[in-house]
């Protein structure tokens, strides 16, 4: 009896334990594409040779080898795993927060937290505000994300019924908006060499990614990540109901502040950085969720795999499209998140998302 039980739990797990080593095995053949693509023509086998030199400890160098190496360590390794950390962090605060809003429409983007997060970035970066260094940029940016997702839950929270959708966009284009006029306002006062740092922001960009942004996203980006891993069984239960979750024993009170602060901080840590990249969160999710269904368990680390492993192909697209100049990566992410966005209203009216 245990052994037939044993085989039907395994018969059960196997598909999410494929699915997993699959998306594991996208990420790394995603990153290797990533690493030998790129406008400077490199050889693979030089690429290669760069790669495993340091863990070789190799330190003889040839011009070509020299070449190899600055290009792989110094350009596209960390333009890759930025793009991992920041494509998984978006889609997973989008998946916390369609479970916190119980709205399948919730997403940093849309409900206007990216924007408000990176209102803060340009703040900092026109007023010229130079507190904390070089975490000045991120704090600025959580702080902004921070306030602007506890008022959007705030005034999303008393409607809890059919209308919750269409209340939920209004509160996002409002504060769309308002941020975009402060944005505006603050780009008039920008002077010129500020200019191009403020477009890079509103567009979204990989573009100049070094090693400094890596080692200060990882630590925001991972500590986020696996603190929000944890409260995927508060969040099934929470999407049966307030009441329910607190029958149940969850502390409703203090998970929505949690919630709240850590997808702040995962949406500061991409925004800090890379400017306003939208939809990650929304597609990413929902695209999962018809895998693996609603359970947070499994919905929440396959997200961020995705997550991270769409926008390393959208950031692989955005240098391959049009060399050797480079369309900003929010362009991308846009074209792909706004008809999935509009098919999802469509199939929300049409009563085809719970």
Known sequence: M??????????????RHRLYTSMMLA????????????????????????????????A???????????????????????????????????????????????????????????????????LRIDV??????????FCSGFVTTWLIYLLARPSRFEGDNARLLLIGIAINAVAGAITGYLTYLASVEQLESLMFWSMGSLASIS?????TVAPLALVGLLLLRRQATPLDLLSLGERQARHAGVDVTRLRRRLIALTALLT???????????????????????????GHRHLLPLSAMGGG???????????????????????????????????????RQAGGVN
Not at 90 to 104: I, S, V
Not at 284 to 293: A, D, E, I, S
Not at 324 to 336: K, Q, R, V, W
């Open 2 to 15: 245990s052994t037939l039980t044993s085989s039907l739990r395994s018969s059960k797990r196997s598909p």
């Open 27 to 58: 990420m790394l053949a995603g990153l290797v594409v990533s690493v030998l693509s790129g406008v400077v023509q490199v050889p693979p086998q030089d690429l290669l040779a760069a790669l495993v030199a340091p863990l070789l400890g190799s």
């Open 60 to 126: 003889s160098q040839t011009a070509d080898s020299g070449i190899a190496h600055a290009v792989l360590w110094e350009l596209r390794m960390p333009r890759a795993l930025i793009a991992l950390l920041i494509g998984a962090s978006l889609a997973m605060a989008g998946a916390a927060m369609q479970g916190l809003f119980g709205n399948p429409l919730a997403d940093p983007g849309i409900v206007g937290v990216s924007s408000s997060a990176s209102l803060g970035a340009v703040m900092i970066i026109v």
């Open 132 to 141: 904390l260094g070089a975490w000045t940029l991120p704090v600025g940016a």
């Open 211 to 215: 090693w400094t942004p890596v080692l």
């Open 268 to 294: 500061a840590a991409a925004v800090a950085f890379t400017g306003t990249i939208g939809f990650i969160g929304l597609v990413v999710p929902h695209l999962v969720r018809t895998l693996v269904g609603p």
């Open 309 to 347: 492993l769409l926008l390393m192909l959208a950031d692989l697209g955005a240098r391959s499209l049009d060399p050797p100049n480079e369309i900003p990566i929010g362009i991308l992410t846009a074209s792909l998140g706004g008809p999935f966005f509009l098919w999802l209203v469509a199939r």
